[in-house]
């Protein structure tokens, strides 16, 4: 997500922070303005520039805006899921942009219901605006901090009203969440690549446990409850976030050519190239290339006009879209013993595919490293890995998965090594969420354990 405060073209810049955080989010997108009076808002299915490749800016022009991206799970589809949301009341309005997943969001929805709300999606983002305006309150601070107090989970909020704009961070900060300026005008992003492009500075990242509310007098920080140590979600630096971030004083890229490194120290093997599988291996793949003194090679390339499958929300999607996406090239593999590296291994459907393709181009072997833990246990902090028997490695051991993709060899990186690639410096708060990795899950499972919503 994307917002901005205090700049003519509003509504173009969040345009633009958005392309940048299209890798996020594929399936819709939406941009809500204010211009001091009103809040108007444009939305749509499809990709950023598709969604608005026919919208007139001047008729959504304002100071202030944001936007988002859609990251579509199996029980969260169609147009009204698309965010932002916006909400109307007599009195004032407020627009409400969401990452993450609240994980007792079951009981507080039947405790609106009880009390006489109707809701109208599955989004944990509409949730927040019942719980806010819940018995009639005003949308102020006070009115917010009560809300999120009664949320478990990790999320990241960015609410916007006609003369103000509140950001807030989960008290883990497990989803990544950043203020940047543009002049005199207040940039928030999900990531520091968002703010670079739209020619913004980077000032610093948003503390867990921490509202910051946002107008023309400046911007003010609250705390709404108390900062747990930062446990910032591991598949960000693996593969969701862009090589060009920064998050929590680590640069993405520099991370994943460590986990290459540290994974070539624990899993070397004979071979005669390195490749890395297009885009969020290839960092790791040089760092492996460079500690295991092989050459590293692009082997694999891919079609630039082919979205991430990971993120597809359903499994004949991702395989349709990984027949689409990469190709090896026979030139660099033909006759080669190759080590392929990839960042993960989620549900197995890539990794099978690219291997017989590399075969099928004449590899004499394919000896496939993964610049990541196996991941066995479900994600509940949004990302779709939500039930254990779609995880390859939660259902075979480390041999049957080396047989189902039909490779020569597998490891994994160990977790000591992921921690040492991402954290630099626990005294300043760095820390990782490897929940998928080791079952450790750092805040609401034993909620989500015991309600009706646990996933199998």
Known sequence: MFGIWGHEQAAEITYYGLHALQHRGQEGAGIVVSDGETLKLHRDLGLVNDVFKRTSFSKISGRAAIGH???????????DSVQPLLFRSQTSSMALAEVGNIMNAHKLRGELEDEGSILQTTSDTELLAH???????????????????????????????????????????????????????????????????VGGTFEREVLPGELITISDHGMESTRFTLREQRQICAME??????????????????????????LAKESPVEADVVTGVPDSSISAAIGYAEQSGLPYEMGIIKNRYVGRTFIQPSQSLREQGVKLKLAPV??????????????SIVRGTTSR???????????????????????????????????????????????????????????????????????KDKTIHQGICNACMTGNYPVGYDQLRHSQKMPK
Do not use: W
Not at 69 to 79: A, N, P, S
Not at 240 to 260: A, E, F, I, W
Not at 359 to 367: L, M, N, R, T, Y
């Open 69 to 79: 991206v859609h990251y579509t799970v199996q029980e969260d589809k169609g147009i």
């Open 131 to 197: 719980m806010i305006k819940r018995n009639g309150k005003d949308v102020t601070q006070t009115s917010i901090t009560e809300a999120l107090q009664q949320f478990t989970g990790a999320y990241g909020y960015v609410i916007l009203q006609e003369d103000k704009m509140h950001v807030a961070l989960d008290p883990h900060g497990i989803r990544p969440l950043s203020i940047g300026k543009l002049g005199d005008a207040i940039i928030v992003a999900s990531e520091t690549c968002a703010i670079d492009l």
């Open 237 to 262: 630096y693996v593969y969701l976030s862009r090589p060009d971030s920064d998050l929590n004083h680590v640069n993405v890229h520099t991370s994943r050519k460590k986990m290459g490194i540290e």
């Open 330 to 343: 026979r030139g660099i593999v033909d006759g080669k013993r190759i080590v392929m590296i990839d960042d």
């Open 353 to 423: 595919r690219i291997v017989r393709m590399l075969k099928q181009s004449g590899a004499k072997e394919v000896h496939v490293r993964i610049a990541s833990p196996a991941i066995e246990h479900p994600c509940f902090y949004g990302i779709d890995m939500s039930t254990k028997k779609e995880l390859i490695a939660a259902n075979h051991s480390k041999e049957e998965i080396c047989d189902l993709i039909e490779a020569d060899s597998v490891a994994f990186l160990s977790t000591e090594g992921l921690e040492q690639a991402i954290v």
